[in-house]
């Protein structure tokens, strides 16, 4: 019994539904700052905000507990998400560091 031979690929015809892709244009980091600086000024923000209700609450001048505790909540949360952020980034960094070229 014979087995007929496979028949070779002449070329590579390109697909209709993908296009021609173009390269993507480089940035300077400039936006990704901006992103960084606005949720660091956010944070300080925050924290200050925590900081003046929770004066008000000692001083017995404030009205509603709940918004110190909210306040000092979102505070706290937003930290430690920053704290991630920024661990995350050595992380990668020191991962880059690492590669050889």
Request: aromatic content about 2%; overall charge negative.
């Amino acid at each position: 019994m014979t087995v007929a031979p496979i028949a070779p690929v002449l070329g590579v015809l390109p697909t209709s539904y993908v296009a021609g892709t173009a390269p993507v244009a480089g940035t300077d980091g400039s936006a990704f700052a901006t992103s960084l600086t606005g949720a660091v000024d956010n944070l300080q923000q925050l924290q200050s905000t925590s900081n003046q209700l929770a004066v008000s609450a000692v001083t017995g001048n404030l009205d509603d507990i709940h918004n110190a505790t909210l306040a000092a909540t979102r505070a706290q949360v937003t930290l430690e998400l920053m704290a991630t952020v920024r661990n995350k980034g050595v992380d990668a960094f020191n991962e880059i560091m690492r590669m050889q070229a």
